[in-house]
Nanobody
Framework: QVQLVESGGGSAQDGGSLRLSCVASGNGARTYCMAWFRQSPGKEREGVGAIDNYRRITYHDSVKGRFTFSRENGNNGAQILYLQMNALNLEDTGTYYC????????????????????????WGQGTHVTVSS
């Protein structure tokens, strides 16, 4: 079982920056894929991106060039996931969730599962991001 705790949400102006953090702890956390999802009012939860334990990263098209994932090892096998968000715009407003899933075999290689809500079984409580003009 993996536990996830996010931090770092808040408010920023259009064009500003924020950094989110997520600490994943528990058995096997180091091997898990970690991802960020977000949900805006009235919209479905969407994947922002994912990073595997080899630090290979996938980004949603809407955040490419603006958001950056990074991941580092913490104490006792914990993993710390960061999401650096630059050039924020109003559409980035929402609740951001950290999620984790076991990698899966794709084409003979271990990869993160597709960026879909039902592919990730461990979730944090969410942190709010508000971007204003």
């Amino acid at each position: 079982q993996v536990q996830l705790v996010e931090s770092g949400g808040g408010s920023a102006q259009d064009g500003g920056s924020l950094r989110l953090s997520c600490v994943a702890s528990g058995n096997g956390a180091r091997t898990y894929c970690m991802a960020w999802f977000r949900q805006s009012p009235g919209k479905e939860r969407e994947g922002v991106g994912a990073i595997d334990n080899y630090r290979r990263i996938t980004y949603h098209d809407s955040v490419k060039g603006r958001f950056t994932f990074s991941r580092e090892n913490g104490n006792n096998g914990a993993q710390i996931l960061y999401l650096q968000m630059n050039a924020l715009n109003l559409e980035d407003t929402g609740t951001y969730y950290c999620a984790a899933a076991r990698p899966m075999v794709v084409g003979g290689d271990w990869r993160c599962p597709p960026m879909a809500y039902d592919q990730y079984m461990h979730w944090g409580q969410g942190t709010h991001v508000t971007v204003s003009s």
